[in-house]
């Protein structure tokens, strides 16, 4: 499992499922993802199973991100994603995150999401991966630009017919820090 100075990036557990609730059902945590809409318990729970059948499928995914001082809490999830809600991207390999609001503001997000980049670009060995960001999202886009991708193509959400615009970085160039930047 990826640790980064802050965090330790897990298997998804039983216990995680009620935070992972909490911070789905959070309406500013979720206002730019699909309808903005806050989640129901069995649709984070349903989300959660889709998570763990993506890890099985594609033998990589979106990992619980725990602090590394209490490895049992869970702060959200980072990790890589096959984006099929999107298919005028496909084939990609998305780099995402969500985090409770607890968690913002402090660099979390950039520091899982440049571990996961660097799992993608030397263990897996990707050429690129993007990531799917509603224009109005500044702090994700931000967290983009620091791990330093660029703004890409926008793309219509299918599911909502909400804009959304895919910035990418590829494996030759990127320089992976450990500490954010």
Not at 13 to 25: E, G, I, K, V, Y
Request: hydrophobic residues 45%.
């Amino acid at each position: 499992m990826p640790t980064t100075e802050r965090l330790l990036l897990r298997s998804w557990r039983p216990s995680d499922r009620a935070p992972f609730a909490t911070l789905n059902a959070d309406k500013e945590v979720v206002r730019y993802i699909g309808s903005g809409a806050p989640m129901t318990r069995a649709d984070s729970d349903a989300l959660l199973e889709a998570i763990e059948a993506h890890w099985r499928e594609h033998g990589f995914g979106l990992w619980c991100a725990a602090p590394r001082e209490d490895p049992d809490a869970c702060l959200g999830f980072v990790g890589l994603a096959v984006p099929a809600f999107l298919p005028a991207v496909l084939p990609a390999v998305e780099v995402g995150w969500r985090l409770a609001r607890s968690a913002w503001g402090r660099g979390l997000a950039t520091e899982g999401a440049r571990a996961s980049l660097r799992h993608a670009f030397e263990d897996l060995g990707l050429a690129a991966v993007i990531s799917i960001i509603d224009p109005l999202n500044e702090r994700s886009i931000r967290v983009a630009r620091k791990l330093g991708m660029r703004r890409g193509a926008d793309h219509l959400d299918p599911r909502t017919g909400r804009r959304l615009t895919a910035f990418e970085i590829f494996s030759q160039g990127a320089a992976f820090s450990p500490e954010p930047s």
